[in-house]
């Protein structure tokens, strides 16, 4: 089975910490993503990336960056958090084969910012 | 534009049948997956339609209808353990296009 990898399940950080988030898969999956979820938002794409060294801004990339540097690994970046970006930030990965191929989700960051 | 809409909230009792629905208007259409997501865990794979019709799994089944722009989940003898958000997804287009998520629904089984 698909294992993607979180860091941290509970992560609590202060106003203008800068905040790593890693995510790490295990199948050689060339595609990965970072979502925050909120209550009545859903999930909402911050940014994505189709190969090493390579990223996309997806919907809500304003205070986010990210870094691939290996195929395995997507850290997400809060240069300097910001309360409004508490929220639960979740990590996925697909093969490439079409925008057909089944998300594997990690389980999760719970992120609070003080 | 892309917008998928789903209902916030059902409630349905254990051992009945339950249908979620999801009406979506995008720009393409490459397929529509539905997740299941417990509360404080990660979204895992239901179902992925990309023909018309009813595809069935176990209890679950899902369908879809292209030309309506339209798909629903059909949960039936419904379990305690089925209390989950559901999430529709839309491909919308082919190749290496992120997936456009509804907002999820949030299905309650009551005894």
């Known amino acids: 089975d698909v294992k993607v990898t979180q860091s941290s399940r509970y992560l609590v950080k202060r106003t203008g910490e800068k905040v790593f988030l890693e995510c790490v898969q295990d199948m050689d999956h060339e595609n990965m993503f970072w979502y925050r979820q909120d209550p009545g938002l859903g999930l909402r794409l911050i940014y994505f990336?189709?190969?090493?060294?390579?990223?996309e801004k997806g919907d809500i990339p304003e205070g986010y960056s990210v870094s691939r540097e290996k195929k395995e690994r997507f850290s997400l970046i809060l240069e300097s958090a910001s309360t409004n970006q508490t929220s639960m930030y979740l990590c996925?990965?697909?093969?490439?084969?079409?925008?057909?191929?089944?998300?594997?989700f990690g389980s999760g960051t719970q992120l609070s910012v003080l | 534009g892309q917008n998928i809409d789903q209902p916030t909230e059902m409630t349905a009792t254990e051992g009945a049948i339950v249908q979620i629905n999801c009406t979506y208007q995008?720009?393409?259409?490459?397929?529509l997956f539905w997740y299941q997501q417990h509360a404080g865990e990660a979204p895992t794979f239901l179902s992925y339609?990309?023909?018309?019709g009813l595809e069935e799994k176990g209890r679950f089944s899902s369908f879809l209808s292209r030309s309506k722009g339209y798909s629903y989940l059909l949960l039936k003898e419904l379990q305690m353990k089925d209390s989950a958000s559901y999430l529709c997804?839309?491909?919308?287009?082919?190749?290496?296009?992120?997936?456009?998520f509804g907002k999820g629904t949030r299905l309650s089984v009551i005894a």
């Open positions: 996925a990965s697909s093969s490439t084969g079409g925008s057909n191929e089944k998300l594997f």
């Open positions: 990336s189709y190969d090493v060294k390579m990223k």
């Open positions: 997804a839309v491909s919308a287009f082919s190749g290496n296009t992120p997936l456009v």
């Open positions: 995008t720009s393409g259409f490459n397929g």
């Open positions: 339609n990309v023909l018309d």
